[in-house]
């Protein structure tokens, strides 16, 4: 659920995919599995989009920092 929710913040605010922008601490172990995934099975176009999805699932502070992403990029610009 943490991954896809990723790809919800992802999602906002127009509907287009971007990556969140998240400098996110990796194991090196974690990391090259996070390659090895995203190179075998992404296009080439997507894999920037899995890899931050996937890195946010090993984080501890995984769901504030999603909820927090969704608030800032989800919410509907005040009139």
Same mark, same amino acid.
């Given at each position: 659920?943490?991954?896809?929710?990723?790809?919800?913040?992802?999602?906002?605010?127009?509907?287009?995919?971007?990556?969140?922008?998240? %400098?996110? /601490?990796?194991? /090196?172990?974690?990391? +090259?599995?996070? &390659?090895?995934?995203?190179?075998?099975?992404?296009? &080439?176009?997507? %894999?920037?989009?899995? +890899?931050?999805?996937?890195?946010?699932?090993?984080?501890?502070?995984?769901?504030?920092?999603?909820? +927090?992403?969704?608030?800032? +990029?989800? %919410? /509907?610009? &005040? %009139?």
């Amino acid at each position: 659920m943490l991954h896809e929710a990723t790809h919800a913040a992802q999602n906002c605010p127009d509907g287009m995919l971007r990556p969140v922008g998240w %400098r996110l /601490p990796l194991n /090196p172990l974690i990391e +090259r599995e996070i &390659s090895a995934i995203t190179f075998n099975n992404y296009g &080439s176009h997507t %894999r920037l989009l899995e +890899r931050e999805a996937f890195a946010v699932q090993g984080q501890a502070n995984a769901v504030p920092l999603i909820v +927090r992403a969704l608030d800032q +990029r989800c %919410r /509907p610009a &005040s %009139r």
